[in-house]
């Protein structure tokens, strides 16, 4: 069995981590419930915001981590562990599934009989949208997800001990077997968390697209992590400007990648120009909603489009914290663009009540990821690629 | 076979001295065509023929003698034309978009592939130019001042093809010739021959292999690669909005960039797979385009279908999902309708038969992937056949529905065109180095040095 000369020491987290995990958990948590009791259905879609940004954050790390043992990719390995820590949010997401369970016709039209009287195209869908499926489907999809998931670290982490080559190459078939899974789980849940909410619209491409800001999601996320990481001196020194520049190109590149689905999207209904799919996009420049809909142009692409172009940009640390935390903003106001016009056609709306679920979500990532952490090693020591993961450089 | 992760698998098996690349590579550069060159160059010069006097009927007579039928105005035309660039896009994936990603395992592959685009995009550019009915007039397609006042209606997406293929064209070439001029100079340095020295000596513009001319190779090198990606996602995006930006049901749908993307991607895969083989077999090159490449393609080749195979599914399901009785018609039709026998040939030949590359047995077997590569081109030639023909042959008015046949002269086309690639693609293995002899050098064990450390690459 080989061993790898890793200098990594394992360094606790600075305590006040924890405190303001625990501190932004009980703010947000009170909040919500405020916002619960004030609107019960306005909270509900902001709660439905929080859940769809979380589990296509979990679910897309585990993604990524499948693409790298299927890659075969190397200068990754140091960067999987905080991959694997954000996994476990397919478990945690489904908290902020709740409000919407109790709400759930208000949230949902076609749940709602009287909707469903007037619109005989959506009866039409009953087959597909009722609850009781909707139910089945979301919970296959995190209990599959989440099985692979829970196989896949497992294997992981038991190499830090004992460096076995075979728990590698478990692990990538089991990442080719979940890749179709995983495929199929995230259209899903973007299909009907996030399409149904207007029953008459239809896009075939929008599985694609909440994938495409997903994986941009976790990956940024991903990058801001490591980054904060080696602020304080947590990664050991062997990891370079060069593994951050991968980090940078593979931001620019999924920036880019969503950027062409949603411009897919949205060039093809505008130029057929048919009613039954162009009173999406119409119903999003009403009132303040138009405002919204251009600065999404700017906000997700624009800006860190050219944040991240130039060459130096990619590895620059501040740089890539700047954008790190600026796409995890972006896919928010993303979602609020999809998922609140249902809720406020009129114009957009923000107050204190959009912030509760937001601010607990944060906390509980926090407090996720200072359990993992203090559980598990921030380096896969005994990863057998580990060696060249070291010596990696552009 | 247990698979050591700690060590890098060196892309070239063997560990060949510079020595030996250059004849090897060189060789066929500098032998005369042998009686097996001969044969197949016939072959595919007849097909050239067949596809030549297909076009004299074209030209003579006019398009009428094509099987295009009202509603059915788009045939063969365009199935050709988008099979065609589909196949031209593998080459820019390997050359360009898999050097970004410093992929080691692109180098043996990566000259020939990039010469099939240029092959492909060149054949594929016969079929727009053609079906304009007055190709003599084609000039037109470009805006330039004229005594007519013809202007170009930059609302097309066809327009936007006759720009997005000409400059993916031009690009591929440039990235393709900067490649050779190193070869090029190597061959001059090589070759006895005194008309050859002159040729070589012309088209490798003077390079020396300076330490200057390696740093500014490499700077445009990286420049046109980056160019070429966006280029290339680009040409199949417009490629698909040929068909996605109009309302014809089956036609419409916002999947198709894409899912266009993907299917050319798996259709050229699949084609480059298929020469290689043939080229590594012919040319002993087994060691330089290695059993693992070919695996590698084969991964491609089933992730693409894979994309293809969830388009097909997301199309489906979502012509049922959106009410819409046309499109839902369009679907079943599809399946069930006159062209089911095509619809099947492309589900099979797309999603099916690649699934078998789950297996690594069958992955790494040379007959199995032949079989299968060609399946998937038969495959993906009837996706655009089916995209086309069945939406267009029920269209709105019942009345009007129609059968599409193709003629005699189609089929003849159709030949003509895999006569003039595979033609072209011969040509190019007798007179150009079909592999990177430089490329080739510096992935060998031992040619790269480490920046980081004094110690140098420990080879295998």
């Not at chain 1, 400007?241 to 593979?250: C, I, V």
């Not at chain 2, 247990?2 to 020595?19: A, L, M």
């Not at chain 2, 400059?167 to 591929?172: L, P």
């Not at chain 2, 990235?175 to 100079?185: C, R, S």
């Amino acid at each position: 069995m080989n061993q790898n000369n890793h200098d990594y020491v394992k360094k606790p987290l600075p305590p006040k981590f924890g405190t303001y995990g625990l501190g932004f958990a009980a703010l947000g948590l009170i909040l919500s419930i405020l916002a619960l009791v004030a609107d019960p259905v306005r909270a509900s879609f902001d709660s439905l915001i929080v859940f769809v940004f979380l589990i296509g954050m979990g679910m897309c790390s585990l993604f990524l981590i499948g693409l790298e043992y299927l890659t075969g990719a190397v200068w990754s390995v140091p960067f999987r562990r905080i991959a694997e820590y954000l996994v476990p949010l397919v478990f945690i997401a489904p908290i902020f599934a709740i409000p919407v369970f109790f709400n759930f016709s208000h949230v949902f039209q076609w749940a709602n009989p009287e909707y469903l009287t007037l619109h005989k195209t959506v009866m039409a869908k009953t087959a597909f949208l009722n609850p009781q499926f909707f139910y089945i489907r979301i919970t296959a999809i995190i209990v599959l997800v989440g099985l692979f998931s829970i196989v896949i670290i497992r294997n992981s982490a038991k190499q830090d001990n004992n460096s076995d080559q075979n728990l590698t190459k478990k692990n990538i078939r089991l990442s080719a077997g979940l890749m179709p899974i995983f495929g199929l789980g995230i259209t899903l849940i973007g299909i009907d968390w996030i399409m149904s909410l207007e029953p008459l619209w239809f896009s075939t491409i929008f599985g694609v697209y909440y994938f495409a800001g997903s994986l941009l999601t976790a990956f940024a996320a991903i990058t801001l992590i490591a980054i904060k990481l080696k602020s304080f001196g947590a990664l050991p020194s062997w990891i370079t400007k060069d593994h951050f520049y991968n980090l940078g190109a593979f931001l620019f590149a999924f920036i880019n990648f969503w950027a062409y689905i949603a411009f897919s999207q949205f060039m093809l209904i505008w130029y057929a120009n048919l009613p039954e799919e162009t009173f999406w996009f119409l119903s999003r420049t009403q009132g303040s909603w138009l405002y919204i809909s251009i600065g999404i142009i700017f906000i997700k692409f624009i800006i860190p489009y050219a944040g991240l172009l130039s060459q130096p940009s990619k590895s620059n640390i501040n740089r890539l914290k700047y954008v790190g935390w600026w796409i995890i903003f972006a896919q928010f106001f993303d979602l609020y663009w999809l998922i609140m016009p249902t809720f406020s056609k009129s114009g957009a709306v923000f107050s204190w009540t959009e912030l509760g679920f937001p601010l607990l979500g944060l906390g509980l990532v926090m407090i996720l990821f200072k359990y993992s952490y203090t559980k598990r090693n921030l380096i896969p020591i005994g990863d057998p690629k580990l060696k060249r993961a070291m010596d990696f450089h552009l | 076979m247990q698979t050591d992760y700690t060590v890098e698998t060196s892309v070239v098996e063997g560990n060949p001295s510079f020595k030996q690349i250059d004849e090897l590579i060189g060789a066929p550069l500098e032998t005369l065509p042998n009686r097996n060159f001969l044969i197949a160059i016939s072959i595919t010069a007849s097909m050239l023929l067949t596809g030549a006097i297909a076009l004299g009927f074209s030209l003579y007579y006019g398009i009428g003698m094509w099987g295009n039928n009202n509603p059915v105005g788009w045939g063969f035309d365009i199935v050709n034309f988008v099979f065609w660039v589909g196949i031209g896009h593998a080459g820019t994936l390997i050359s360009a978009i898999l050097f970004l990603f410093r992929q080691k395992w692109r180098t043996g592959i990566a000259r020939f592939a990039e010469g099939m685009t240029i092959f492909a995009v060149m054949t594929a550019g016969l079929f727009p130019a053609l079906h304009t009915g007055r190709p003599w007039l084609d000039h037109y397609l470009i805006p330039h001042p004229n005594d007519h006042s013809l202007w170009v209606n930059f609302t097309s997406p066809l327009l936007w093809d006759v720009f997005a293929v000409s400059t993916y064209f031009i690009v591929s070439a440039i990235f393709w010739y900067v490649g050779l001029i190193p070869d090029f100079a190597n061959l001059r340095d090589r070759t006895k021959n005194k008309i050859k020295k002159i040729v070589y000596t012309i088209t490798s513009f003077g390079w020396r292999g300076s330490n200057r001319h390696w740093q500014n190779y490499e700077m445009v090198y990286l420049i046109l690669a980056g160019f070429a990606t966006p280029l290339v996602l680009s040409v199949h995006t417009i490629v698909s909005f040929d068909f996605a930006v109009s309302i014809i049901p089956g036609w419409h749908t916002t999947i198709f960039p894409p899912y266009f993307v993907a299917g050319a991607v798996f259709s050229g895969f699949a084609m480059v797979q298929n020469c290689l083989i043939l080229l590594r077999k012919v040319f002993h090159y087994e060691h330089i385009i290695t059993l693992d490449t070919l695996e590698k393609m084969n991964k491609i080749i089933i992730v693409t279908g894979s994309m293809v195979g969830y388009a097909y599914a997301m199309e489906f399901f979502i012509a049922w999902y959106s009410g819409n009785s046309a499109e839902a018609f369009t679907f079943v039709n599809r399946a069930f309708g006159d062209y089911a026998w095509a619809y099947w040939i492309m589900v099979s030949c797309n999603v099916i038969f690649p699934q078998l590359f789950w297996i690594k047995k069958l992955r790494r077997s040379i007959p199995v992937m032949l079989v299968i590569g060609i399946l998937v081109n038969v495959g993906m030639w009837f996706e655009r056949f089916v995209i086309t023909v069945t939406s267009l042959s029920r269209d709105f008015l019942p009345s009007s529905w129609a059968y599409y046949k193709p003629t005699l002269v189609d089929g003849g086309l159709l030949i003509g065109s895999f006569g003039l690639f595979f033609t072209l693609l011969l040509i190019f293995t007798k007179t150009m180095p079909v592999v990177s002899i430089a490329e080739i050098k510096a992935v060998l064990p031992g040619a790269q040095p480490t920046h980081h450390k004094a110690e140098s690459n420990n080879g295998k």
